[in-house]
């Protein structure tokens, strides 16, 4: 084992109010092209908001000596610290209409100065919000109401260090502050990944992503963050604990997995050791054409059901195949990716590939070939995920290090796919500027369910949106995960707004979404969290026996009720 | 969707002291035969001990007469609730000094009667003990001390069917209380099986599995049963729940997670829709000699961190292959097993192989064949769950439902080892009655420190059987499961006792295995749960907020503290 010495990293400016880094974010003229593609949105774009306009009180409460060095109370910082990134974030902060604004932002550099902002927080009646890459978009970073007498946004951004690192068990200790690219950059010279892409990758933690039950890279098998946790450590106002590494156990109710998930209301994970994987040597990739989605659902959950495994498996519905520049002639699009470190994968793609055909896919690139230029996709994945600088389509960490090979065998849809699936939160806010409202929102159910539930959302949801602003809306699906027993379907809606009025033209399609999902016993999230916008389908889905366990563990671990306020708790 | 109709069983006698069938213990001569094998044991066994001879008073409470149809004051009902079947339990019967006999035993027939009977225990402070198969070895379905004014076990064991079944999905909703056997038995008209085999198959209920968080069939990949829930439910004496069948969710912590493991202490779980499994149509097994253990150590774990993904992957140590008649060389023995419903499994067994090989392994059987007798082995397997009648070896479910291929080719060690795998209970049970000590434990520990951990335990351990008994003993080793990033090693222990005193004897040695587990960051239980016996390790390693935690929820759940008192918590 061996501790990791810090390096400098390429700095790029992270926006205040919109996703990702502000030089990539799309210009006056983008955003008007971009609107003329969504009938009734503005004539010209929102400004792009200052810090200046929004309304900034001075902090309520003052930190002591002892920890003022930790604390901010800079606007542009608090201005960043208010709220998360969904569109409904966005909009508010375009409309100069933010959530609170919280009085200070701290940022620990230990477990230490994490305890000392809790036990101080906890004596003067702080709310604490937990805060990693600020990549919510379920309103999880935020607060609402009026509760406490102060707001406290805790970044654990500056504790990010890969600390120790296991070779032989291929495990790390890493810090919870680390964002994806900071803590792949320290894994690297180990020739070991995580292997966790979510779509924010480079804009969330390792925290987050534990607090949050994020889902990751894979599409089939383990893929949510909770299965590569060996050992957790937690900082709660009534003491902090650390859970033993173990590859299993059978000690009684796992207890990692009641601080899975918990969003920052139980306490603070400060540090994780992960599985850790080596870095995958082949890799292979081709799609797969259908003029029926029905039998494409049949097709991906014949490939769920088998013992294939691939890693990447994602189905596009037709609009979102076109909205990816995938494809343009009305068909739903797979996009299947296998990858191994221990040896060559085009038997399972080509076999995949077969079975799709089985159910009238159309392979749109021949299958095989990737193994061959495993050296070179392999080597593009490593100087890929550091974030190189460069436009926000060529830098993607995500996209060159995820499932989809970049080598030129693996087809021109696969390619559109990926580099459209990370401009994707720059095009919604380019949107946003024209006065669209632009989201997604996402879900899991079992099989028998899903035919069903994607036909209800997709009219359902339609019909809502037009009733609501007099527009058509677009409402596209896809499959982001597939497991043998069911499927995540995600959904983009695209529709114009009322002007100044787009936050409520969301929560009231939402409403109508989140009771669909609620007749289709469909999970509130799969893997977006709950924070405070899913706060009510949640409450329908968990069992009662649970919610009073939960509600107890609130009141023992967190006393005076100032971890993250309002989120899957009153 | 259907329910399944009730069948008639084949009946046989569970032993009420003992492992397993009755009809399937040694007799005498046999005792006397194995005693012989190990110094220092008695000349002539212990008698069968009989229910006559145990201290079974009057029961301290009547139930009223709207329960009295679900409960039994039976004598031999009663002494079969008494405790597991460790052989600290096998032994107090055979001394005739059992724990606490339950007052009486209740036979639920639906959750209505799990709350009624909760209801009545929570008015009149009577202690339950939920018991499915009775299979706990380690203190779990006994009580222990004087705080109630009686103890009622609940039988789960009626409430044994499997209520629908969703083909599409491959899931059912199974009620807890169903035996292996039965279950499967079930499932089996539908091509569907869970796949969960542990050793207790036979002996213990898919309630028991979900409780303890039982390791089962798979050596590698998932096979906790945890990862096979859809979704449960609870009833617990604050209120019932049940959670949503989903494939995956990331809404708050889940649910199901706390309730897996929580060992009748916070609930009686009821009924769960768990994930299945087609039928395996491809098998193939092999075995490898190592002469060196720590080389054989290396092999299994690049293996488990391969992407091959066998079934089966268990390491005998030489002792342990040795007693179970697959290897008298001194060699440790690799068994391996591939399977598979998709497709040929013949080239992952020779990779391998072939992997094993590169660290000194010798495989034993040649590799592949066992796909061309798929059709036979998979009838094998099915007639074999049923519980057939027969001796124990051949009617073995685990054995022919297992891993490991039955067909000629697949070499006579892997088929040494299955038979004595089932056996072995029974012949603890003749040691037993010779006055031997004979008792196993496992953990799990990360692979770092596997080698350390094992030299230890078999040093240690056997160096305070001889201190305690003044008889040489025998340590032996096999690894159970594998993962990635660790290992469950399974020790058995085998020594003569002192007559009269062997439960001490027995504690004496556990209690240095146990500080040894502790000093190497090694669980206190990998598969076999907490109990009562188990606790002191479990209170070390329990991280203190999650304690915290579980005392809340406790409190919250059972507010009379009448649930399995003295398991995970005071």
Known sequence: ????????????????????????????????????????????????PRVADLPIARPAVTPPPSLAHLVTEDPRARAAHAMGKAYRDVIRALRARPGRIPDLVAHPTGDRDVADLLDWAGEHDVAVIPFGGGSSVVGGVEYRGDSHRAVLSLDLTSMDRVLEIDTTGRAARIQAGALGPVLEEQLRPHDLTLRHFPQSFEFSTLGGWLATRAGGHYATGRTHIDDFVQSLR???????????????????????????????????????????????????????????????????????????????????????????????????????????????????????VELARAYGGRPETPPAAGDASAAASGSAAASGSVGSPGSATSSGSVGSSGSVGSSGSDGSAVNAWRSAFLRMPYLRDGLAR???????????????????????????????????????????????????????????????????????????????????????????????????????GYDLQRPEPFALALRAAKDALDPHRILNPGVLLD
């Not at 109010?17 to 009734?40: K, Q, R, S």
């Not at 019909?463 to 027993?485: Q, S």
């Open 1 to 48: 084992m061996s501790a990791i010495p810090s390096e400098p990293r390429p700095v790029r400016t992270r926006s205040w109010w919109g996703w990702g880094h502000a030089d990539a974010h799309l210009d006056d003229a983008e955003c008007t092209a971009m609107g003329a593609l969504l009938p009734g949105t503005l004539a010209r774009p929102l400004p792009v």
């Open 234 to 352: 937690v900082i709660t106002p009534a003491g902090a604990g650390t859970s033993w590494r173990l590859p299993a156990s059978g000690a009684g109710p796992s207890p990692d997995r009641l601080f899975l998930g918990s969003e920052g209301a139980l306490g603070v994970i400060t540090e994780a050791w992960m599985r850790l994987q080596e870095r995958p040597r082949h890799k292979a990739s081709a799609s797969v054409a259908f003029t029926d989605f029905h039998q494409a659902l049949d097709a991906v959950r014949a490939l769920a059901q088998s013992d294939l495994a691939p890693a990447n498996c994602r189905l596009l519905d037709a609009g979102e195949a076109l909205l990816s520049g995938a494809s343009h002639d009305g068909s739903s699009l797979l996009v299947l990716g296998f990858e191994s470190a221990t040896g060559p994968v085009g038997d399972r793609l080509a076999s995949a």
């Open 434 to 536: 024209m006065g669209a409202v632009v989201e997604t929102f996402e879900t899991a159910a079992t099989w028998d369910r899903i035919p069903a539930l994607i036909d209800a959302v997709r009219t359902e949801v339609g019909a809502a949106a037009l009733k609501i602003t007099g527009h058509p809306a677009t409402v596209n699906c896809r499959l982001t995960h597939v497991y043998p027993d069911g499927a995540a379907p995600y959904f983009t809606v695209a529709v114009a707004g009322r002007p100044g009025d787009e936050v409520q033209v969301w929560d009231d399609i939402k409403a109508v979404a989140g009771e669909v999902l609620h007749r289709h016993r469909a999970t509130i999230t799969h893997h977006h969290a709950v924070g405070r916008d899913h706060r009510a």
